[in-house]
C-alpha cells in the first residue's frame, strides 16, 4: 500500500525529497566533524565572580583593619546587599539595581554604597558617611597620589573632571553627586556600556582624590 502511494507521486517530488534528506544528513554530519575537531573552547571561569570574592576580600580587610563591626549577605527589607554595618546603618552593595532600590526608599534611612567589581577595597573609607583613620590596606595604596603626581597627572585630573560634567573646582559633594548621574547613564544594567562605565569610575576616583586634596582632607578617609 505504502508503496503504491510512492509510487503514485511525481518522479520530481520523490528525487526531491530523497536529495534533501541527503543534504540533511551530509550538513549535520560535517557540523558534527567540525565541533569534534574543533571543539568550542571552555567556558571562562572567574571574570566578574572571582573580581567579585577579591573585592569582597579586599574590603573585608578594610572593614577589619578600621575595626568596623559589619555582617555580609545581609537582606534588607527584600534587597540584599554584600556587606551591612549595623552601627552606622550602612550598606555596600555591588548590585546597582540594589543600590538604587535602597537609595530612592523614602521611607528608609540606610546609607548605601554603590562598590563596583574593579574598585580596591582601599577605596572604601572615602566613600563612607562617616571618619575613619587612615591605613594601608591592599595592593597599590597609595597609587592614586602618586598618579596625580607623575607627569601629565593635571590633564587625567581635567580629564577626569570634563567624564563627569563638572569644573576643576569642583567640591566632593558635586562629585558625589555626579558620579552617581552618570552611574544612570553608563552603568551596562542600565543599557550602558562597560567602557563607558570604567571611563566613569575611573574619572570618579581621580575628581575625588583631587578634591579630597584641594579640600586639605588629602586620603585622611582612605
Same mark, same amino acid.
Given at each position: ?50 573580581? $567579585?570574592?577579591?573585592? &569582597? ?87 592614586? +597620589?602618586?598618579? +596625580? ?9 581635567? $580629564?577626569?573632571?570634563? +567624564?563627569?560634567?563638572?569644573? $576643576? ?12 548621574? &552618570?552611574? &544612570? ?20 576616583? +581621580?575628581a575625588l582624590d583631587h578634591a579630597e586634596e584641594s579640600s586639605g582632607r588629602g586620603r585622611g578617609r582612605a
Amino acid at each position: 500500500m505504502f508503496g503504491e502511494w510512492i509510487a503514485a507521486l511525481p518522479g520530481w517530488l520523490v528525487w526531491g525529497v530523497v536529495f534533501g534528506l541527503v543534504a540533511s544528513v551530509g550538513v549535520a554530519a560535517v557540523f558534527l566533524a567540525a565541533n569534534r575537531w574543533f571543539p568550542d573552547p571552555p567556558a571562562r571561569s572567574g571574570g566578574p565572580d572571582q573580581g $567579585s570574592l577579591r573585592r &569582597k576580600a579586599e574590603i573585608r580587610d578594610y572593614l577589619r583593619s578600621i575595626d568596623e563591626r559589619f555582617a555580609e549577605d545581609v537582606d534588607l527589607d527584600g534587597t540584599r546587599v554584600a556587606f551591612y554595618l549595623p552601627e552606622r546603618r550602612v550598606a555596600l552593595t555591588f548590585d546597582v539595581h540594589a543600590y538604587f532600590a535602597i537609595r530612592d526608599d523614602e521611607d528608609g534611612d540606610v546609607h548605601v554604597i554603590l562598590c563596583e567589581h574593579e574598585m580596591p577595597g582601599r577605596h572604601l573609607g572615602r566613600r563612607l558617611p562617616f571618619e575613619v583613620p587612615e591605613v594601608g590596606v591592599g595592593p597599590g595604596a597609595g597609587a592614586a +597620589t602618586a598618579a +596625580t603626581a607623575a607627569p601629565g597627572g593635571a590633564n587625567a585630573v581635567v $580629564s577626569a573632571f570634563d +567624564t563627569l560634567g563638572l569644573p $576643576s573646582t569642583a567640591d566632593e559633594d558635586r562629585v558625589e553627586r555626579a558620579y552617581r548621574e &552618570k552611574v &544612570k547613564e553608563t552603568h551596562p544594567d542600565q543599557g550602558g556600556s562597560r567602557e563607558a562605565f570604567a571611563e566613569v569610575r575611573e574619572a570618579y576616583a +581621580t575628581a575625588l582624590d583631587h578634591a579630597e586634596e584641594s579640600s586639605g582632607r588629602g586620603r585622611g578617609r582612605a
